[in-house]
């Protein structure tokens, strides 16, 4: 039980990779914020699944993109658990379109959650995060490809990663900082729109020649949320089987 009572904020926890960290916090102990901004029954399935397994957890509605909306988020947590130890930002949308198809809507929607979710949420981080705590972004192995129709989502990721990077330096506090990079990994997410053909060719270009599973990505980042990752700050962690 390494994350013993510790408190841990995951945003965008009701469905994907999210839903599947939140449950392997919980098995390690976490008390679980579940995260969700317009998928309630999903958020509460979740929620039930931890507490059937004898985990604790509550659920909070918050559009990460919103300022007020982030602010509350902090404040439920605090108002019910006292504090707030580790910070995971997973919360995202993606878009898959070439760069010159992409809408003025499409970048201010993709990079509203994107970049300034975690914008949004790293500044309630800096006074309201516990000493000694933790604070997870979620990057994309897509960072360092060169995937044709990822042009938005790609840059998206990169800004995440530059704020990692810098807000390890700022933060102080005793406060660790990365970020995690995922590859393919099979999600509604990932999986929405793409054909047998180009799934098959990302299985080939993976050292274990499939997919990447949710719970693949959860066991990573439950080390990082632990005490056992704390020399590690300012690094973004590629989990994605050698795809890069």
Known sequence: MKL?????????????????????LAKHGAKVVI??????????????????????GIVVKADVSNKEDVESLFNETIKVYGKVDVLINNAGIMYNKLLKDNTQDDFSKLFDVNVRGVFNTL?????????????????????????????????????????????????????????IAP????????????????????????AFNRLAEPIDIARVVVFLASNDSKWISGQVIGANGALI
Do not use: C
């Open 4 to 24: 013993q009572d510790k408190v841990i904020i995951v945003t965008g926890s009701s469905r994907g990779i999210g839903k599947e960290v939140a449950i392997q």
């Open 35 to 56: 995260n969700h901004s317009n998928s309630e029954a999903e958020a509460h399935e979740t929620l039930n699944k931890i507490t059937n397994e004898s985990g604790e």
């Open 123 to 179: 500044q309630e981080a800096a006074t309201k995060l516990s000493d000694n705590g933790i604070v997870i972004n979620f990057s994309s192995s897509t960072v360092k490809l060169m995937f044709p129709s990822y042009a938005l989502y790609s840059a998206s990721k990169a800004a995440v990663e530059q704020m990692t990077r810098v807000f390890s330096k700022e933060v102080g506090r005793g406060i660790s900082v990365n970020a």
């Open 183 to 206: 590859g393919a990994t099979a999600t509604d997410l990932f999986l929405n729109g793409k054909s047998q053909e180009t799934i098959d060719k990302l299985k080939s270009m993976i």
